[in-house]
């Protein structure tokens, strides 16, 4: 029975819509958060908060295996932690509904990168998607 349980947590169609709906509500305690306690206070809290989460998760089932793969997760971690100091930076003085939209358009650029450093396919849906996502930043900024 438990194996059926916890088998959701493996179906990405129900961690993505778990993502959808978290990040939806973040939005909002975000802009709470730093419109009262500044960009480094609630990167702080937030990120310190989120590694305890993720620790207790994920204790037990972590691999060391990949020298490559802990750079590139250093790496990730690092800019995560840049980004948040900007984004938390950005919505304390800034509309969440402009900030928060905008902030998911780094997908354009991981689009780009995907295509640049990666030589993964860039097809006719990609390049609009892209093309989407700057006329959104044009129409979301203006």
């Known amino acids: ?11 990405w169609r129900v961690l993505i819509a778990v993502y959808i709906a978290c990040s939806g509500v973040w939005g909002i305690l975000a802009k709470i958060a730093s419109a009262r306690l500044g960009a480094r206070t609630v990167s702080f809290v937030a990120l310190t908060t989120a590694a305890i989460v993720v620790a207790i998760a994920t ?5 060391w295996s990949s020298g490559g793969g802990l750079v590139a997760a250093t790496g990730a971690g690092f800019l995560g932690g840049v980004a948040s100091l900007a984004l938390y930076g950005a919505l304390r003085d800034g509309p969440a509904s402009v900030i928060v939209p905008l902030s998911s358009l780094y997908l354009v650029v991981t689009v780009i990168l995907s295509y640049v450093l ?8 990609q390049t609009v998607a892209v093309d989407f996502g700057l006329l959104a930043v044009l129409l979301l900024s203006a």
């Open 1 to 11: 029975m438990m194996s059926r349980m916890g088998a959701w947590l493996d179906d």
């Open 118 to 125: 990666l030589a993964e396919t860039m097809g006719l849906r």
């Open 59 to 63: 204790l037990g089932r972590l691999r």
